[in-house]
């Protein structure tokens, strides 16, 4: 009912920078919160950056380097990664929670996942 894709991802060196972009369409009739998760094999999902409730949340190791921003009613959402370091590199996935326009269901919606390699 809600689909999510990402783009974006791919090889930068450290210190370097990339924005994923997570495009939501669909059935929705409201959005209550945005978020972009990430995953290394062996580790579990780890939240990185959220908005709820409109106000913006980071993980403490991404705190003054990532920011998370949302437009177009809240279809698009953004993640601008600004000095990449190899600790960055995972599996990055987008998540969006709302409610269902044709069914007024809760929904939580993810992407497919995109990777980020942060190398030289």
């Known amino acids: 009912q809600v689909q999510l894709v990402e783009s974006g991802g791919g090889l930068v060196q450290p210190g370097g920078s990339l924005r994923l972009s997570c495009a939501a369409s669909?059935?929705?009739?409201?959005?209550?919160?945005v978020g972009w998760y990430r995953q290394v094999p062996g580790k579990l999902r780890e939240l990185v950056a959220a908005?709820?409730?409109?106000?913006?949340n980071y993980v403490d190791s991404v705190k003054g380097r990532f920011i998370i921003s949302r437009y177009n009613a809240d279809t698009m959402v953004y993640l601008q990664m600004n000095s990449l370091s190899p600790e960055d590199t995972a599996v990055y996935y987008c998540?969006?929670?709302?409610?269902?326009?044709?069914?007024?269901?809760?929904?939580?919606?993810w992407g497919q996942g995109i990777q980020v390699t942060v190398s030289s």
């Open positions: 908005i709820v409730g409109g106000r913006p």
């Open positions: 669909g059935s929705i009739l409201s959005i209550n919160a």
């Open positions: 998540n969006v929670r709302g409610v269902v326009r044709t069914s007024l269901a809760d929904f939580s919606s």
